[in-house]
């Protein structure tokens, strides 16, 4: 049986606070990191199967975070999730967290019903030997 287990790495607290009450609404075991240090020492206590994490926070970077917990654990999930920034768009730095091995990407603003229906397609695909 899957688990349903989900970190999510946010740095703005309040919508940290809604992607998990909306996760945990649906059924999830929802968990957040205010920054990608701390999301990092989550993951690696609890080793969540899915990790969602921002792409730009002030301390590490989401792509960073990315390869680090691919790097650790292929077999996790990870969802980046950006609304692009000052100097690049969402469509490209989600491009580049594809290429860096993100099973799957979401473009901020988005409804937690899109999140939900991403971490459940997850759920049914093959995990990484």
């Known amino acids: ?7 999510i790495i946010e740095d703005e607290t309040l919508v940290a606070h809604v992607l998990c009450d909306g996760l945990r ?3 999830f ?6 920054s990608g240090e701390e999301g990092l ?11 969602v ?12 975070i990315l390869r680090e917990i691919k790097r650790e654990a292929p077999e996790a999930k990870v969802v980046a999730m950006s609304g ?3 100097m690049i768009s969402a469509d490209c730095v989600l491009d580049m967290a594809r ?6 990407v979401l473009q901020k603003p988005f409804r937690i019903d899109d ?6 397609g997850l759920e049914h695909r093959p995990r990484a030997a």
């Open 25 to 27: 609404a649906c059924g």
């Open 84 to 86: 692009g920034g000052r």
């Open 99 to 104: 290429k860096l091995g993100a099973d799957a």
């Open 29 to 34: 075991d929802a968990e957040a990191a205010g």
């Open 1 to 7: 049986m899957t688990s349903r287990r989900v970190l």
């Open 53 to 64: 994490t921002d792409v730009f926070m002030p301390d590490r970077e989401g792509l960073e």
């Open 115 to 120: 999140l939900v229906a991403v971490i459940e």
């Open 41 to 51: 020492a989550a993951f690696r206590a609890d080793r969540p199967e899915i990790v």
